[in-house]
């Protein structure tokens, strides 16, 4: 295996409340479900776990609150064996939930409540700048201020470090602000709400890619689900297949995809193979329930890759 690369990740931690039913209720309506789960989520948190699972060392810079679930999530972080020296309790608000509803297709619908995660600063960014400065990737979602999402992108471009954006959930952006990441990577609804542009095809995708980049952009993945995902960088735009699996629970899907996928850019490995990777260990997550709970380890994973034909 390539070098064990450091990740570092300045983002969200929720708890995660699925509910899997038939059917949703109407006004006033009481309905029972069928099957509830609950787990720790967040985009940022789910994009740490997949990176260690996948053989990173990571590190987490974000708040939680002063309840409950704010030792928990700071306790599940230690024993997955991510760094949360930098995870800070925020007083007097409390940790982000999502509850997450799921129907019998796999699709889910999400609500969620930022909580702590609203009060991650550039202060917070900047105090952890020594493990910042240590890593390979520094990823960075949408569910913490935009200011502080800003900030940590002129932190890396400053100091030589690959930044991924991932745009979730989908906010106006401040394209000169973001166009200092590496990599620009929101899903196709997403990338619909920030560009104003339907993205119903491939065709739809390669024009919301090529606005992006034109508003200077450096590298945009849209991600297209069961249809792989859209690459475009200034020297070539190119579909990378999916990998067809038989999908139980989508949730975190697209995390799965972000954290796995700066693990392999971080190994040194080409970045049409590090997509194509990305790709499947998504895919391999929807075969499972929840989220983090659904993340394969890197030896699974490569076992799959290598029974799938390693497809480049």
């Known amino acids: 295996m390539a070098k064990q690369p450091l990740i570092a990740v300045v983002g969200s931690a929720n708890v995660d409340l699925t509910t899997f039913n038939d059917a949703f209720p109407r006004p006033g309506e009481t309905i029972f479900g069928k099957k509830f789960d609950l787990g720790f989520g967040g985009k940022g948190a789910n994009q740490a776990v997949a990176a260690r699972l996948c053989g990173a060392n990571v590190g987490m810079v974000a ?68 493990l910042l400065r240590r890593a390979d990737t520094i990823i960075l979602q949408f569910e913490i201020p935009l200011t502080t999402v800003y900030h940590t992108v002129k932190f890396a471009k400053a100091n030589g ?14 394209y000169k602000e973001v166009g200092a990441a590496d990599y620009f990577i929101p899903d196709e609804r997403e990338a619909e709400t920030i560009t104003g542009m339907p993205v119903h095809s491939i065709d739809d995708a390669r024009k919301c890619a090529e606005f992006l980049l034109g508003k200077g952009i450096q590298r945009v993945v849209i991600t297209l689900g069961e249809r792989g995902c859209l690459a475009a960088g200034p020297d070539r735009i190119e579909l990378i297949p999916a990998f067809q699996i038989q999908a139980v629970d989508t949730t975190g899907a697209g995390d799965a995809f972000i954290g796995s996928l700066a693990v392999f850019l971080s190994e040194g490995l080409p970045e049409e193979e590090a997509l194509s990777r990305a790709n499947l260990y998504a895919a391999l997550s929807t075969t499972k329930v929840g989220t983090q709970k659904s993340f394969s380890g890197r030896a699974e994973f490569e076992k799959q890759w290598r029974n799938r034909g390693g497809r480049l």
């Open 161 to 174: 470090i690959r930044c991924i954006v991932n745009p979730a959930p989908a906010q106006s952006v401040d």
């Open 63 to 130: 708040k939680v609150g002063n309840d409950l679930f704010g030792p928990a999530t700071i306790n599940n972080f230690e024993s997955q064996g991510i760094d949360a020296t930098h995870v800070r309790v925020a007083e007097g608000v409390p940790s982000g939930v999502a509850p997450i509803f799921v129907d019998p297709s796999g699709q889910n619908r999400i609500i969620v409540v930022k909580g702590a995660n609203d009060t991650l600063s550039p202060e917070d960014v900047d105090a952890a700048a020594p």
